[in-house]
């Protein structure tokens, strides 16, 4: 058992706070379309450098979002913190060891960042969970005590990348919405309406039928004036002579 932490130091990045992330998340609206998106006026999205420090920001929160993989970095913090709680009474643990075994245990699967942040919560008395400082915290209150830690995290990575996938749009202008409104009607007086010259418009159905039955009325007026002549009786003795002779048997019309 060893009392030495874990190094949790890394590569220095572009950083942004936390409370500028919430007020760049804060800005962003409903997507009209998806409902699991956001989008973003452009005048009041994130620059490009406040989207590389996000950026930054989001790989680093994603790294504390790891479980642990070592159990010895486990028992060094849980060690750490009995330093206080036990020897500062003279109640030093015979078994020691497998009691911060059953804390190595309780928090399996739980991030290493989130157990360091807990265990500094601890000793300065400032937990997010109910619990007597008195003693040391249970197995079950260290494990519950990292959770709280581990879903605020989560809450400032949802943020995060929120932002940065927002769809950004543009607010027109007066005077850009006058320009359209210009431009539309333009278009609208270059259309042609079928009245000038070399120009054609189409029919509606009531036109159409019009014309039909000005058609018909036309074809009937001069079958009537076909048939006042002597061309329709011309026309019928032709036909009958046309017609072949009846047959034996058949009976003649």
């Not at 003279?90 to 190595?104: F, L, S």
């Not at 054609?200 to 009531?206: I, K, L, S, W």
């Not at 036309?218 to 019928?236: F, K, Q, Y």
Request: positive net charge; contains cysteine.
């Amino acid at each position: 058992m060893s009392n030495r932490l874990p190094s949790t130091q890394t590569t220095q990045v572009p950083s942004l706070p936390a409370e500028r992330i919430e007020a760049l998340h804060g800005r962003l609206e409903a997507h009209p379309v998806h409902p699991t998106r956001y989008c973003v006026r452009s005048d009041r999205a994130a620059t490009t450098a406040e989207r590389q420090a996000i950026s930054a920001v989001a790989e680093r929160l994603e790294a504390e979002l790891a479980p642990w993989s070592n159990p010895k970095h486990v028992d060094a913090v849980v060690s750490r913190i009995f330093i206080g709680f036990d020897r500062g009474r003279g109640q030093v643990d015979d078994d020691q060891g497998v009691t911060v075994a059953e804390y190595v245990q309780a928090m399996k699967g739980l991030p290493l960042a989130a157990i360091v942040a807990a265990a500094d919560r601890f000793r300065s008395g400032t937990t997010r969970l109910p619990w007597n400082w008195r003693f040391r915290p249970s197995p079950a209150e260290f494990a519950a005590e990292a959770r709280e830690g581990v879903i605020l995290v989560r809450t400032r990575l949802l943020h995060a990348r929120r932002v940065l996938d927002a769809e950004v749009f543009e607010v027109q202008t007066q005077a850009q919405r006058d320009a359209v409104s210009a431009a539309f009607q333009a278009h609208m007086q270059q259309v042609p309406t079928g009245e000038g010259p070399g120009q054609h418009r189409r029919e509606t159905p009531v036109e159409v039928r019009a014309a039909r039955d000005a058609q018909v009325r036309d074809l009937v007026e001069r079958l009537r004036e076909a048939g006042r002549g002597p061309d329709i009786g011309r026309l019928m003795a032709h036909l009958d002579a046309r017609k072949p002779p009846p047959q034996d048997g058949a009976p003649s019309p």
